[in-house]
């Protein structure tokens, strides 16, 4: 089977720093993508991991541990519009599958 | 900005009519995707392509059918709609088969069945 989990609901502080997990088991990888979307809207790309560490782009970076299945998204200085589902997903094989997505809320 | 279309954004139909889910693309990608999305909850791979004349099951069992005739244009097909079908339903594609090229998705067309 395949399994992509994640936190079902986080909330932080406008300013915070938050750290959104994904762990997955999955018959095969190829790399690993986050994914913002606000309600009612399309996912937008936000990152790419298929080797270990971390890349960064701007207040959004991303870790990658593949030999634990693991993976965060670190938003640093949250501002209101962040409030969003963020979504995991690996690229299995040959097919591109989700987590069950976390719902971020940020408060002032 | 991606250019991927889905049409329409919004249908509500009764029980038992046949409908089609436009979606196109016009970044010439290889890959195309449809989801399955409840509100607030995940998306669920039910169908994907790697090109034209192909077409492969996602996870999610649908009773749904897709085509791909050409390259920007993958459209999914309700032969009798029923309640348990009404969701909303994303389209996305990708440059190629490659596996760190992002996906874009369509705006969604939301599904109603009554």
């Known amino acids: 089977g395949q399994n992509i989990d994640q936190p079902t609901e986080m909330t932080a502080t406008e300013g915070a720093i938050v750290q959104i997990n994904c762990t997955y088991q999955?018959?095969?990888?190829?790399?690993l993508f986050w994914y913002q979307q606000h309600a009612g809207e399309a996912p937008t790309f936000l990152s790419y991991?298929?080797?270990?560490g971390l890349e960064e782009k701007g207040r959004f970076s991303s870790f990658l541990s593949r030999s634990k299945g693991y993976s965060y998204l670190l938003l640093k200085e949250l501002q209101m519009k962040d409030s969003a589902s963020y979504l995991c997903?690996?690229?299995?094989?040959?097919?591109?599958?989700f987590g069950t997505g976390t719902r971020l809320q940020v408060f002032p | 900005e991606a250019d991927i279309y889905q049409t329409p954004r919004y249908l509500v139909i009764g029980t038992g009519k046949k409908i089609t889910l436009e979606c196109s693309q016009t970044?010439?990608?290889?890959?195309m995707y449809w989801y399955q999305q409840d509100p607030g909850m995940e998306l669920h791979l039910i169908h994907y392509?790697?090109?034209?004349?192909?077409?492969e099951k996602g996870d999610l069992s649908s009773e749904s059918t897709v085509s791909r005739i050409r390259t920007e244009h993958f459209p999914l097909t309700l032969e009798s709609a029923r309640p348990s079908h009404t969701s909303q339903y994303l389209c996305?594609?990708?440059?190629?088969?490659?596996?760190?090229?992002?996906?874009?998705f369509g705006q969604g067309t939301r599904l109603t069945v009554v």
């Open positions: 996305a594609s990708s440059e190629s088969a490659q596996p760190n090229t992002e996906a874009f």
């Open positions: 999955t018959s095969g990888f190829n790399g």
């Open positions: 991991n298929v080797l270990d």
């Open positions: 997903a690996v690229y299995n094989t040959d097919k591109l599958i």
């Open positions: 970044m010439g990608h290889d890959k």
């Open positions: 392509s790697y090109g034209v004349n192909s077409t």
